[in-house]
């Protein structure tokens, strides 16, 4: 298993600012994903974050609002940009253990209020 | 298509009673993973089961249980004598080999009342 904390856990943001995201993990992963969940919804795919290469955005996502960074193994940021209520949202990172599985572990969230 | 179907959207029941959620998907590859998440009011996820589909044995795990159908498509769990601490939302996910990509169920809101 691995053990991933995200922050921050929670916060309260206005209208056209941007938030920046962090996760890190006690060991090194290759492979690093970010989804959002809405109000009520299931999880949806932002993106995967590579180590040392541009993130691999989903449909409907884009780099310009959902910047990632992956500087190593053990650490990545997201930042939600220009934020709208619409961003609202549960933010979390999940890393994958072993190559391949899918099975993935997450981080607690980042909860995300958008005045 | 590859898809993932929660019928259920919220099941209350009484402590101590049994409960099944329900899952059935869709892939078109042979080799794939099913999982089951649960997601507690706290929000965090919190990883229950992964299921090879070659491996079509049922699973028990202290009150839970999971029942793999292939025939079906179904991969149901089933909490025997639940727990008010067993409230939760719960996701089912399927893992295409093909891609590797999570492909999430909607959910179904698990109430238990003291």
């Known amino acids: 298993s691995a053990v991933i904390s995200q922050k921050p856990s929670r916060d309260i943001c206005q209208r056209g600012t941007s938030l920046t995201i962090q996760c890190q993990v006690d060991?090194?992963?290759?492979?690093m994903f970010w989804y959002r969940q809405q109000p009520g919804q299931s999880l949806t795919l932002i993106a995967t974050?590579?180590?040392?290469?541009?993130?691999?955005?989903e449909s409907g996502f884009v780099i310009d609002k959902f910047p990632i960074s992956r500087p190593n193994l053990t650490f990545s940021t997201l930042t939600v940009s220009n934020m709208s209520p619409e961003d609202s949202s549960i933010y979390l990172c999940?890393?994958?253990?072993?190559?391949?599985?899918?099975?993935?572990?997450f981080g607690e969230g980042s909860r995300l209020t958008v005045l | 298509a590859q898809k993932v179907t929660q019928a259920q959207t919220e099941i209350s029941v009484v402590e101590k009673e049994d409960v099944t959620l329900d899952c059935v998907y869709e892939?078109?590859?042979?080799?794939?993973?099913l999982f089951w998440y649960k997601q507690p009011p706290s929000g965090e996820l919190v990883f229950l089961i992964r299921?090879?589909?070659?491996d079509e044995q049922n699973e028990i795990s202290g009150r839970y249980s999971w029942n793999f159908q292939k025939s079906t498509s179904s991969f149901n769990f089933t909490i025997t004598a639940s727990q008010v601490v067993d409230s939760a939302v719960y996701f089912c996910?399927?893992?295409?080999?093909?891609?590797?990509?999570?492909?999430w169920g909607a959910g179904t809101k698990l109430i238990i009342k003291p």
């Open positions: 996910a399927l893992s295409p080999r093909s891609n590797y990509q999570l492909i």
């Open positions: 892939t078109r590859d042979t080799t794939y993973y």
């Open positions: 299921r090879n589909s070659f």
């Open positions: 060991s090194q992963v290759t492979m």
């Open positions: 974050a590579n180590q040392g290469s541009e993130a691999t955005y």
């Open positions: 999940s890393v994958e253990i072993a190559r391949g599985t899918g099975e993935l572990f």
